[in-house]
């Protein structure tokens, strides 16, 4: 569940202190696109008199065409006047009834994330997505900032995902996960991801524990509980929940370039025809 839904209380504090002011722009949105490839949002401007970036907040509509699909997306701010990269983030969706006939909606899990960036009015920077498994609908995809123009001198956090790893069928145990390779790391501040999958079936559920070893940490390993997905009751033609864990972490790094691996523990098998995903991110400073 969600450790914020805001600018942190001590960046408040700061721009206060500041004299500062604090506004949102956003994007508009976009078609999403389905296949796995990234797509630009919006190439737009940093606002005239900002002079930090203290967050953002992914926002996302999949309209799901056919039964048995689930979305994840990984979001980013890149360009050639973004000095602050990896800036990565998921939105992933909370729930759907996933009704072939009625083509329901999803409900995107909108969530913000601390950034604390200096920019500089005009310059530009690319917001893009992309899904994390090729999916036969579309959905509508775009982004709100958080800025403000003073300085707060906060380290900036960065933030990487991994791609999607297949939800294994029929088998539970250990599932290899993706290795991030990071730079300019000092402190571990969070990590989390999501696991979905389609409950064909009613009685079933899933469980994922995400496992995180990296030597440049000060312990052999991380683990943390995705939260648990549950169903709507029916034998057809299923359902999708599925929720983004975030679990606050501080962990100095012995040096600023680390690796750091991942597993993905699956507590109980699933039936072979309820396909899925994980995909899991860290954050650092």
């Not at 949102?24 to 949002?41: F, S, W």
């Not at 409950?199 to 469980?207: D, Q, T």
């Amino acid at each position: 569940m969600p450790i914020q839904n805001r600018t942190s209380t001590r960046a408040l504090e700061l721009v206060a202190a500041k004299g500062g002011s604090i506004w949102t722009t956003c994007t508009n949105t976009v078609a999403g696109g389905a296949a796995l490839a990234r797509t630009e949002i919006e190439n737009m401007y940093v606002p005239d008199k900002a002079k930090t970036l203290l967050g953002w907040r992914p926002m996302e509509t999949p309209a799901i065409s056919a039964a048995a699909e689930s979305v994840v997306s990984v979001f980013d701010i890149s360009g050639g006047n973004y000095n602050w990269q990896p800036q990565e983030v998921i939105c992933g969706c909370v729930s759907d009834s996933c009704l072939a006939a009625t083509g329901q909606l999803l409900l995107s899990q909108s969530e913000y994330y601390d950034v604390y960036a200096p920019v500089a009015g005009g310059e530009q920077i690319s917001i893009g997505v992309e899904p994390c498994d090729a999916i036969a609908g579309d959905r509508r995809s775009g982004a709100e900032f958080t800025w403000t123009d003073v300085r707060i001198g906060l380290p900036v956090i960065r933030s990487q995902c991994s791609r999607e790893v297949a939800l294994p069928t029929a088998t539970a145990g250990i599932v290899a996960g993706t290795t991030l390779p990071i730079t300019n790391a000092h402190e571990l501040i969070e990590v989390g991801g999501i696991a979905t999958h389609v409950i064909a079936f009613a009685s079933e559920e899933l469980n994922v524990t995400l496992i995180l070893k990296c030597s440049a940490l000060p312990v052999n390993e991380i683990r943390c509980m995705f939260e648990g997905t549950g169903q709507i009751n029916v034998a057809t033609p299923g359902a999708i929940t599925a929720y983004l864990t975030r679990r606050l972490q501080r962990l100095k790094f012995s040096q600023p370039s680390a690796t750091i691996y991942a597993d993905f523990d699956v507590d109980v098998a699933i039936a072979a025809a309820n396909v899925g995903q994980m995909v899991h991110y860290i954050r650092w400073t």
